[in-house]
T-cell receptor, first 114, second 112 residues
Framework: NAGVMQNPRHLVRRRGQEARLRCSPM?????VYWYRQLPEEGLKFMVY????????ESGMPKERFSAEFPKEGPSILRIQQVVRGDSAAYFC????????????FGPGTRLLVL | AQSVSQHNHHVILSEAASLELGCNYS??????LFWYVQYPGQHLQLLLK??????LVKGIKGFEAEFIKSKFSFNLRKPSVQWSDTAEYFC??????????FGAGTTVTVRA
């Protein structure tokens, strides 16, 4: 069984560019979550999605950040016009419909903004 | 909302030493509790979880954790660590059905 897949694993962007982070959930999982880990901090919830629906985006910054989970294909976290403060590790997790409280995490994408 | 605090930021110990990592949470109602581990260069893995029942939970790789409701604690323990236990450990509690609140993490370095 393949676990949660994320790509790229490392991403370098210059200020003002766009960053696209991809997440493929585990087989059979229809719930996807994005978390951000800033240096020296724990993971912070960003957004919870089901196929074609955003369920909870209370942890997303109000501007420049968006997320989607289309009917086909991976979930995408998109950061427009990146700034240095966006440098962090972004983790995706997935869970089965019956057990959202138990989440399985991907390897993360380390974003570095120069 | 739930908050989680981990007492130790960095722990250094020798092989065969005993390990205990502290975790406290803020909410006093029904609670599920998790410990995750992140080995160097790898993804976050579930180490163990508590939902209900026996407050002493056994996890993978010889780890266990004890839920003490009166102390709002869920400390992680291992009687004898190995070099391969070098990792970062995170305590987590759901704020609701799905939103996990994580502690800041404890980096454990085991010296051979």
């Amino acid at each position: 069984n393949a676990g949660v897949m994320q790509n790229p694993r490392h991403l370098v962007r210059r200020r003002g560019q766009e960053a696209r982070l991809r997440c493929s959930p585990m087989k059979g999982h229809s719930h996807v979550y994005w978390y951000r880990q800033l240096p020296e901090e724990g993971l912070k919830f960003m957004v919870y999605l089901q196929k074609e629906n955003i369920i909870d985006e209370s942890g997303m910054p109000k501007e420049r950040f968006s997320a989607e989970f289309p009917k086909e294909g991976p979930s995408i976290l998109r950061i427009q016009q990146v700034v240095r403060g966006d440098s962090a590790a972004y983790f995706c997790a997935s869970s089965p419909p019956a057990g959202p409280e138990t989440q399985y995490f991907g390897p993360g994408t380390r974003l570095l903004v120069l | 909302a739930q908050s989680v605090s981990q007492h130790n930021h960095h722990v250094i110990l020798s092989e065969a030493a005993s390990l205990e990592l502290g975790c406290n949470y803020s909410y006093g109602g029904t609670v599920n509790l998790f410990w995750y581990v992140q080995y160097p260069g790898q993804h976050l893995q579930l180490l163990l979880k508590y939902f209900s029942g026996d407050p002493l939970v056994k996890g993978i790789k010889g780890f266990e954790a004890e839920f003490i409701k009166s102390k709002f604690s869920f400390n992680l323990r291992k009687p004898s660590v190995q070099w391969s236990d070098t990792a970062e450990y995170f305590c987590a509690v759901p704020s609701n059905d799905y939103k996990l609140s994580f502690g800041a993490g404890t980096t454990v370095t085991v010296r051979a």
